[in-house]
């Protein structure tokens, strides 16, 4: 096809004209809403639950008499079992299908913040614990459910806005569980989260209930679903030569999330601490500063669907790239602009994860295919994310200095660019 004088952005949709190739059915067009509404209503509840012990660890150390290593396992574990727990997410959709699974989800996390809010320290790990597990259930499954019931040019919108949503309800948590805590105790406070999960929980099990069924890689969910059955993959070369391409694709996304989750997990670790050390703010103004990072995802996570309607799909992430590199050199070089490098880090930490995750709907050709293809990409970069933050704290310790964390974190945002441009141009080849 000759493009001739066409823009970037004609040629963006005559590239993805081909898409809907590999996409699979998805359901009508009027329960479009209750698809991306059930997708939010799940994301407030992915994060805050790991958020809100942040808030008030002075209080639960005080109270349960958790050391330093067991209030850092309070957000580290449920992030150490998202890479751990991914096999059994993947085998929990194959055999109940995506609806019981955000189920099984919500159940987890409403029973584990009810669990982690009564009990003495080993209780209040427990509950850790089953939160981390349901939470990596959530974390795999909304791939598949944008990939199967989200049309095809609407994918990096809704994983925009999924994104966002969990920003939000992180944001959310972080401001409003002190202030409840210093009403009612931090028991009451981390507790009162479950409203929300319980309200998506409720709406799950009366919108998606009527869908259960296991996921389509035997076509048995589609069936029992009352759509068309995705064909069987065609064994040949073009077979051949499109499962060999989808796995250089995903072992690219791996290196980029795990470029993407260790940046985000160790700036979020250290950025105030870095503010306090090296430009004197208090711990307040350091804090305040640092949660620009966090809401300035947002902009990000809706930044790239926008972007993405507009050019290929390599823009939006070269464009990322770029923040993303500029938030490390920006703090070595100009520690004074502390703030803007805080907004253009956050921009690019909310953005990297839709733009990654926007990939794998779109090349995966079943459901099957999509969980396996979230579950390999979320292990490697958790696992990162798992061992940045205390990398970058023994770097600050050895040094005296933040000059090398800072250097991990440029290397870091240098993994995911490289991985995540080249596994966007690999996706446009057809």
Not at 308 to 326: D, F, N, S
Request: with cysteine; glycine share 12%; charged share 10%.
């Amino acid at each position: 096809m000759a493009y001739g004088a066409e823009g970037p952005g004609q040629r963006a949709r005559d590239a993805d004209a081909k898409e809907p190739a590999t996409h699979g059915p998805s359901i009508p067009r009027q329960s479009l809403p209750w698809v991306i509404t059930g997708i939010v209503m799940l994301a407030l509840s992915l994060r805050a639950p790991i958020i809100a012990p942040t808030a008030v660890i002075g209080d639960i150390q005080a109270d349960t008499g958790l050391n330093a290593v067991g209030a850092g396992l309070l957000t580290g574990l449920p992030v150490l079992l998202f890479a751990l727990a991914t096999p059994l997410a993947t085998r929990t959709i194959r055999r109940f299908g995506p609806e019981a699974t955000v189920i099984l989800c919500l159940a987890g996390v409403l029973a584990g913040t009810v669990i982690r809010s009564i009990g003495p320290a080993a209780v209040v790990l427990a509950g850790t614990a089953i939160i981390g597990v349901a939470l990596t259930l959530g974390n795999i499954v909304v791939p598949v459910i944008i990939r199967r019931d989200v049309p095809w040019r609407k994918v990096s919108a809704v994983t925009g806005a999924y994104s966002a949503t969990m920003n939000v309800g992180s944001m959310a948590t972080l401001l409003a569980t002190a202030p409840l805590a210093a009403l009612f105790g931090w028991r009451w406070a981390i507790a009162a989260w479950s409203v929300v999960t319980a309200a998506g929980l409720a709406y799950w099990l009366i919108w998606g209930r009527p869908r259960f069924g296991p996921a389509d890689g035997a076509n048995g969910g589609a069936r029992a679903q009352g759509r068309t059955p995705e064909p069987a993959a065609v064994d040949g070369p073009g077979a051949a030569a499109a499962t060999s391409r989808n796995r250089r694709i995903v072992a690219l996304l791996i290196l980029a999330f795990c470029g993407q989750s260790g940046a985000y997990y160790a700036t979020t670790a250290w950025l105030p601490l870095l503010l306090a050390d090296t430009r004197g703010l208090a711990p307040a103004a350091s804090g305040a500063t640092a949660s620009l990072f966090q809401i300035a995802a947002i902009g990000g996570a809706f930044g790239v669907p926008l972007l993405a309607a507009r050019a290929r799909t390599w823009i939006p992430v070269a464009v990322i790239g770029l923040c993303w590199i500029t938030l490390p050199i920006g703090l070595l070089l100009a520690p004074e602009a502390y703030v803007i490098w805080s907004i253009i880090g956050g921009i690019a930490q909310g953005g990297g994860f839709t733009a990654i995750f926007s990939i794998i709907p779109r090349i995966a050709r079943s459901d099957s295919e999509a969980a396996s293809a979230s579950a390999r990409v979320q292990a490697g970069g958790y696992l990162a994310a798992t061992c940045t933050p205390p990398l970058a704290g023994w770097l600050n310790s050895i040094t005296g200095a933040w000059s090398a964390p800072l250097l991990l974190v440029l290397g870091l945002t240098l993994a995911f660019s490289v991985g995540g441009l080249l596994a966007a141009r690999l996706s446009e080849r057809r």
